[in-house]
């Protein structure tokens, strides 16, 4: 008799912007620390400022410039500086072209970390339809591509937790989404439910054993959050796009989003 796991749930990502790893309340959060000044928000703003301004600058030859575009729309998001936008959309920019020219494969799959599709769903209002068709097509082509070839290796933990919270983030930025073309939309379903099968089926169920092979943690080599830089960093984000779309084992508090955003 096989044993299964019960089927993932079913998301209800929010109509407006943004929806994934920042809600638009979680923006509101943030604007009243940027008013009154708290130092949580002042402290960080200046220091990724400082790297946001630099990487769009020289988005070429910055290491892993990239990664700066999120932290570039969130912070034109909260404070509404026109600046920040601009630096976000070079960035954007930046990003799109290097999925384009892809195929983005193995651990330049997995350091990407689910950026461009972040990016967009934070810029979503600020650009245009047909640039958002551009860039979800950029990343759905590999989604459906190492979907086809398999998924990840369940043996390299690196892999397996980074591709399962790239699938549902690019899936829930997506997904039942107006303002992209309805083929985009339907495509980023399946992706979706393929990284929820995942995150439920085998996430999800790692995370209860404590010991053997499959333990999530203090499992053998390489299967563990302890194994490769990223593992952890992965598996401790995967959980907070479903939660903001009223999936996963209980809600993510508010004060713990301001707290990995702030």
């Known amino acids: 008799i096989p044993i299964l796991t019960p089927p993932a749930a079913q998301p209800s990502p929010e109509a407006t912007r943004p929806r994934v790893f920042v809600t638009s309340a979680d923006v509101v959060d943030l604007q009243q620390l940027h008013a009154s000044g708290d130092p949580r ?19 070429d030859g910055f290491y892993r410039a990239r990664d700066y575009c999120t932290s570039a729309a969130l912070l034109h998001r909260v404070t509404g500086d026109a600046q920040d936008l601009a630096d976000a959309l070079v960035l954007f920019d ?27 769903d934070l810029l979503w209002d600020d650009l245009d339809p047909a640039t958002r068709n551009q860039a979800a097509a950029a990343f759905l082509d590999d989604d459906e591509r190492h979907i086809a070839d398999g998924g990840p290796r369940p043996a390299d933990t690196d892999e397996y937790a980074s591709t399962v919270r790239t699938w549902i983030v690019h899936g829930l930025t997506l997904c039942g989404a107006t303002g992209v073309d309805a083929a985009i939309a339907d495509r980023s379903c399946t992706v979706l439910a393929e990284g929820l099968r995942l995150w439920e089926g085998v ?60």
Do not use: I
């Not at 598996?235 to 209980?250: D, E």
């Open 41 to 59: 928000w002042s402290t960080w703003e200046g220091l990724m400022r400082a790297e946001t301004g630099a990487a769009a600058a020289d988005p």
């Open 94 to 120: 930046e990003n799109v072209a290097y999925w384009e020219a892809g195929p983005v494969d193995g651990n330049q799959y997995r350091w990407e970390d689910a950026q461009l599709a972040l990016c967009l």
């Open 203 to 262: 996430q999800l169920v790692k995370a209860r054993r404590d010991e053997g092979v499959w333990a999530q943690s203090g499992g053998f080599l390489p299967d563990g959050t302890g194994h490769g830089q990223g593992t952890a960093a992965s598996w401790f984000s995967a959980p907070l796009a479903p939660a903001n779309a009223g999936v996963g084992p209980g809600a993510v508090p508010p004060l713990l989003r301001r707290g990995v955003h702030a």
